[in-house]
């Protein structure tokens, strides 16, 4: 069961290389933040993280980090819980603005990249 908090991760909370760990297998919820173009709230994936001074955040997260995470541990995001990933960032195009996005890498459970 998610243990999803009010305290959102912020890019500038983080650095490039740094080590989050998965706490919980995340949801699906309602965005306070973005609507559909019916005015709808849009549905964003949200999971609790633990950082490297051992707080937690909650971090919605991304189709291309999603993707990145389900390609090495499976799509049960229950399977992700205890397991780490390393932050990067890169620049995209975001509802027509370039900006700096954070991204997932896995790393596993050791830290160490699979061969």
């Not at 995340?26 to 019916?38: H, I, L, Q, Y």
């Not at 964003?44 to 990145?68: K, P, W």
Request: proline residues 3%; glycine residues 8%.
């Amino acid at each position: 069961m998610p243990i999803l908090n009010d305290k959102f991760l912020k890019k500038d909370e983080v650095a490039e290389g740094d080590i989050i760990k998965f706490i919980d297998e995340g949801a699906w919820v309602e965005s306070r933040k973005f609507t559909n173009p019916d005015g709808s709230p849009k549905t964003q994936f949200q999971i609790t993280i633990e950082l490297a001074d051992s707080s937690t955040r909650t971090l919605s997260m991304n189709g291309m980090s999603r993707t990145n995470l389900k390609d090495k541990w499976g799509k049960n995001t229950a399977d992700w819980v205890g397991n780490i990933a390393e932050i990067h960032f890169e620049t995209a195009l975001v509802a027509g603005k370039t900006q700096n996005i954070l991204i997932l890498r896995p790393l596993g459970e050791t830290g160490v990249e699979s061969e």
